[in-house]
């Protein structure tokens, strides 16, 4: 498990118990960005066979979460939120450098791998905290898959770049992702 430089706080938690179904509509718009990005990675990087294939199975995966979360909206009588800015995901990938093809594509790899470690964080803290004993199973579930997620991310990360590389470029993203998550407004939201 990634060690990230920060820990969510109680607080996050009785925003999300206190607005649940905001919380679940924003998870479900999520997955299904996170689904739409590990297809535009695969297709921006037809020649990398490992990478697409790895995008193309990661995409299905978040794309079942995406439809988990909305079977959960709907038996709770509630339906698809519309897409709101995310200023997690807008300051994390203004950390993406673009000087080159190969410091874009790591960067992209350690940003996403990142993302993917504080989205299993809050699942875990999720799977303990929620008082419906299914949605923390489901939740416990997710963060498992979540992990596996921030694995691929950094694995990949290693096969296209030099260890100290990754390791140095993963040191700073992690710094400034706390300093990101310790910026944002409290809300039921996973960001």
């Given at each position: ?91 994390m990938r203004r ?9 874009y594509l790591l ?81 039921a939201a996973l960001?």
């Open positions: 498990m990634l060690r990230l430089r920060s820990t969510t706080s109680d607080v996050w938690v009785d925003a999300v118990v206190g607005d649940l179904d905001g919380f679940l509509k924003d998870h479900a718009a999520n997955e299904r960005k996170v689904s739409a990005s590990a297809m535009t990675l695969a297709v921006q990087y037809p020649e990398r066979r490992p990478l697409v294939d790895a995008m193309v199975a990661l995409a299905r995966e978040e794309l079942e979460h995406f439809a988990r979360v909305y079977e959960l909206l709907i038996a709770r009588g509630q339906t698809l939120g519309q897409d709101a800015p995310d200023r997690y995901m807008r300051a950390l993406i450098r673009k000087r080159d093809v190969e410091e960067d992209r790899l350690i940003v996403f791998g990142v993302v993917e470690a504080r989205a299993c964080e809050r699942f875990a803290v999720l799977g303990k905290a929620l008082p419906e004993a299914a949605l923390r199973e489901f939740y416990r579930r997710l963060a498992r898959a979540e992990a596996r997620h921030h694995g691929l991310f950094l694995r990949l990360a290693h096969r296209y770049a030099a260890c100290r590389i990754v390791k140095t470029r993963l040191d700073t993203v992690l710094d400034a992702e706390a300093e990101i998550v310790a910026a944002l407004p409290l809300r960001h």
